[in-house]
Nanobody, 125 residues
Framework: QVQLQESGPGLVSPSQTVSLTCTVS??????????YAWIRQPPGKGLERIGY???????DVTTAHGNRMSISRDTSKNQFSLQLRSVTPEDTAMYYC?????????????????WGQGTQVIVSS
């Protein structure tokens, strides 16, 4: 059974660049047919798609985040990462990584697909 585990810095200051990593076990991130995705949930709000990386290495970040966020991977470590640049307090959220099918990416729902437990990012001065 595949498992995903996020890691990140926790508390960061505004304007910093933040890197979050998702370590995948029980399955390879080069396995076709899945979206290796990042999703976040700000306090009191719903789930928000950020983007994904495919088995081929192709990445897509939603338009709302494309200027400040990027996704990469390290296949030797079976990890994929999210970089957030110039963070602001509005980036405060629980960040999740997930392995999803296409239909699960289009209709995001916790518990549908394979999800990590999440890592909290708080942006505060």
């Amino acid at each position: 059974q595949v498992q995903l585990q996020e890691s990140g810095p926790g508390l960061v200051s505004p304007s910093q660049t933040v890197s979050l990593t998702c370590t995948v076990s029980g399955g390879s991130i080069t396995t076709a047919g899945f979206y290796y995705a990042w999703i976040r949930q700000p306090p009191g709000k719903g789930l928000e798609r950020i983007g994904y990386i495919l088995f081929s290495g192709y990445t897509d970040v939603t338009t709302a985040h494309g200027n400040r966020m990027s996704i990469s991977r390290d296949t030797s470590k079976n990890q994929f990462s999210l970089q957030l640049r110039s963070v602001t307090p509005e980036d405060t959220a629980m960040y999740y990584c997930a392995r999803l099918l296409h239909t699960q990416w289009t209709t995001i729902r916790r518990g549908v697909g394979d999800w990590g437990q999440g890592t909290q990012v708080i942006v505060s001065s």
